[in-house]
């Protein structure tokens, strides 16, 4: 087993020692510091080497093992996992995030109902008083449903269909009204010094979903398409609709510099949604 050297933690990061040295690790991992499979250094070895107490490695140990990124062979120590291993989650990275001072969210897709329902156990922990950021900053950007989609559209002749329209907009706002509330209640309760969420909708049709996590975290997916019958507005319809709960999300991680993989994936992405938000949006009437 290889040991990394690495400096002891930033004395003006003010995240807790943990969050520190699993971001750390964290990095190296997935900049492949640490190759899939390799074994990670002992515990002591970490605590020594970030200068920080055994139970503060453990804890950071255990997020990463959380996080999918790596396992633990009970009697052997902690693995990088292959890369034939399911890809990593989106709910422990969010929670990360919100563990940051100041806290950016941008998605990016056909509705917000994924984000609506991982955001809530880290809200519920800024109620708790067991995550304290200093701001919020939520941007949905969805697709425009008042002109004919691409999806959902029938599945006879793939023609437009109103009606669709109008139930994925009510799917849409409803869950960006939800996140909206949720975060910026925050701020009224004094929890935050500052929560915004803004909304705004672009003239095409959402085909994956993109989550950027405070400039630093990236996850990307493809909408699988399915066939399917529901009543909607009072009158049984066939259609071709997309699956958020079946998309695979991949992950994508600044690494330690410009110039790796991760940190120009993150760069690409941040700036796609930034040109986006800045030209073609605009906010529903």
Known sequence: MAYHGGMSLD????????????SVLRAEILTK???????????????????????TVTRAIDMLRDEGLIVTRKGSGSYVRERTERPVGLRPHLEMAFADQ?????????SSETLHSAMQEPLDKI??????????AVRLLLPDTTAPMAVP?????????????????????????GIKHS????????LVEKATVDVKVYRATSLFKLYVLNHRDVFFG???????TLAVEGKARTFFDITGKDATLFHHAAGPDAESMGSQYVQQATTW?????????????
């Open 273 to 285: 949604f930034d040109s986006v938000w800045s030209t073609i949006a605009f906010e529903r009437a």
């Open 11 to 22: 004395p003006n990061d003010d995240r807790p020692p943990y969050l520190q040295v699993n």
């Open 153 to 177: 559209t029938l599945v006879d002749g793939l023609a437009d269909d109103p009606a669709l329209r109008n139930r994925a907009r009510d799917i849409a706002l409803t869950n960006a009204a």
């Open 222 to 228: 493809f909408y699988p398409l399915r066939e399917r």
């Open 127 to 136: 109620r708790a008083g067991r995550l304290r950021p200093e701001s919020i």
């Open 102 to 110: 100041q806290v950016t969210i941008d998605f990016a897709g056909f």
């Open 183 to 190: 975060v910026e209640v925050l701020a009224e309760m004094g």
């Open 33 to 55: 510091k640490f190759e899939p499979g390799t074994q990670l250094p002992s515990g002591p070895e970490l605590a020594k080497r970030f200068g920080v107490a055994r139970g």
